[in-house]
């Protein structure tokens, strides 16, 4: 089975991760978090925030999903929004003109035709309008199940619009946000003159977003419904480089400081800036189908905050109290998907780790997430049901969901049951047994070493406490 399929099928039975409403089939580019997943997810959100928001010039915000039309107009969305569309007129399916040509570069790669990809891959990088897209598609021959009969490429908005109050029409229209940084750039002044901020500052914000992506595929890598968390930073202009450049480091570092693998890490500096960009560049992960965009930094120049003083008619200026400037301040954005992130932790934890005793061989599924991440913290095991071992067991598990989200299990041997948490990436398995009843100490099991030793029962939360 290819990676991937193996982490849907474990997030499944887990549960990590469910298809959305998936007792009525499912619904495309929508997926459901677990029990687990939650936990991971949380955890993920947690980390980000704190290392994003505790400190002295970072402020919080949480605004809301559905906006006043008009942002959408001041920040480019409702005009240029767009992915450039293709339809099969045979075969009916649409595509997305880039990824198609994507996919075609990744086939040649295959067949070892690499001058025809790198020919291909440079056409793509210069391509601007929908008619360069429409020519790259029939020069280089590209079918879908043998079909030649493509439509033109068309622009296809990708923000969902719904209507406020009982009447649908244009009037009432509003989008589901298709990014969380225009609630934090209309929310600009409010911030910082309630949080008294002097420039530089940054906003942060976790909040779901909404995109009708063409295709969605690839589990959780593109999907209608995701989350982001996203920071921006305030700055003078002039200083934005040296800001880009600060906020490249940490934010790669904060992945790494998670578990994060550098070499499934790199960085892709983009040549074709956005219209509001002066210099862009992602971290990418390196995914069971090769490297993707996990989280992109951009240097957004002033545009946005232009765009809405000019659409409000409301100043958005920064006035520095020393000297009396007036300036829009410039904006680099942190903005990573937590979806993204999750699954590209899940693939980094994955790991199918042989085992030898002696003549035997024995495969173990293990995750090894950083244990601020793993989804349950300990699990605590009697090693039978009985003799007064459960009892003992379930005070020191009540001890533990204290402070750490824990499990209890009394099935099975406890080799399996060890292989249920290294499964799922618990960092410490605990288990009583018989000496235990008799001193009170029981056996601490590391995932990741597989160590066993012995401490005193009251010492166990103390001790997740200092190792987590
Ligand atoms: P792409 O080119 O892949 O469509 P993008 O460059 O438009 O992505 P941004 O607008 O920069 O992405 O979004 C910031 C982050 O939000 C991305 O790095 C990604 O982690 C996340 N993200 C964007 N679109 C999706 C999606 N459809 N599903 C899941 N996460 C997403």
Request: with cysteine; proline share 3%.
């Amino acid at each position: 089975m290819e990676l991937l399929e193996k982490i849907i099928s474990l997030s499944k039975r887990k549960g990590f991760v469910f298809q959305s409403s998936e007792i009525y089939g499912g619904l495309n580019g929508c997926w459901d978090f677990g029990p687990l997943g939650v936990e991971l997810l949380k955890n993920i959100k947690d980390e980000w925030w704190k290392a994003m928001t505790y400190r002295d010039n970072i402020e919080g915000l949480d605004a809301s999903i559905l906006m006043h039309p008009r942002t959408w107009d001041a920040s480019g969305h409702t005009v240029q929004f767009s992915d450039p569309m293709i339809d099969n007129k045979t075969t009916k399916k649409r595509f997305r003109a880039d990824n198609l040509i994507e996919e075609e570069i990744q086939k040649l790669l295959k067949k070892g035709k690499t001058e025809k990809a790198a020919e291909l891959e440079k056409k793509l990088e210069s391509a601007k309008e929908n008619e360069d897209y429409y020519n790259i598609i029939i020069e280089a021959d590209i079918h879908d199940s043998g079909s030649r009969e493509w439509t033109e490429v068309k622009n296809f908005n990708l923000m969902f619009k719904t209507f406020v109050g009982p009447v649908e029409d244009s009037s009432n229209t509003v989008y589901l946000r298709p990014e969380t940084a225009q609630g934090i750039f209309v929310n600009f002044k409010n911030v910082m003159e309630s949080g008294r901020q002097k420039i530089p500052f940054g906003i942060a914000q976790i909040g779901k977003a909404f995109r009708n992506e063409i295709n969605t595929k690839n589990f959780l890598f593109r999907t209608r419904e995701f989350e982001q968390m996203e920071m921006q930073y305030f700055v003078k202009p002039g200083t934005e480089k040296e800001s880009f450049e600060h906020w490249q480091k940490e934010r790669w570092n904060w992945y790494v400081s998670l578990g994060m693998k550098e070499e499934n890490l790199r960085w892709h500096d983009h040549e074709k800036l956005a219209h509001y960009a002066n210099f862009a560049s992602d971290i990418e992960f390196k995914f069971p189908f090769g490297f993707g965009e996990m989280e992109g930094i951009h240097s957004r120049t002033d545009f946005d905050l232009l765009k809405h003083q000019e659409y409000s008619g409301k100043k958005l200026e920064y006035v520095d109290t020393v000297n009396g400037d007036r300036f829009v301040p410039y904006v680099i954005e942190t903005s990573g998907g937590v979806s993204r992130s999750f699954m590209a932790f899940l693939c980094n934890a994955y790991e199918e780790e042989v085992i030898r005793d002696g003549e035997k061989e024995d495969v173990r599924t293990v995750l090894r997430f950083h244990k601020k991440l793993a989804p349950i913290k300990a699990a605590v095991f009697p090693l039978v049901k009985k003799d007064g071992m459960p009892e003992i067991a379930k005070e020191i598990f009540n001890d533990i969901q204290t402070t750490f989200k824990a499990q209890y299990d009394e099935s099975g041997a406890v080799g399996r049951r060890y292989r249920r948490q290294d499964e799922i990436g618990t960092p410490y398995c605990i288990t009583v047994d018989g000496q235990s009843v008799e001193d009170g100490t029981v056996t601490i099991r590391d995932r990741d070493t597989m160590d066993q030793f012995r401490i005193h029962k009251d010492e166990v939360l103390a001790y997740l406490k200092s190792n987590i």
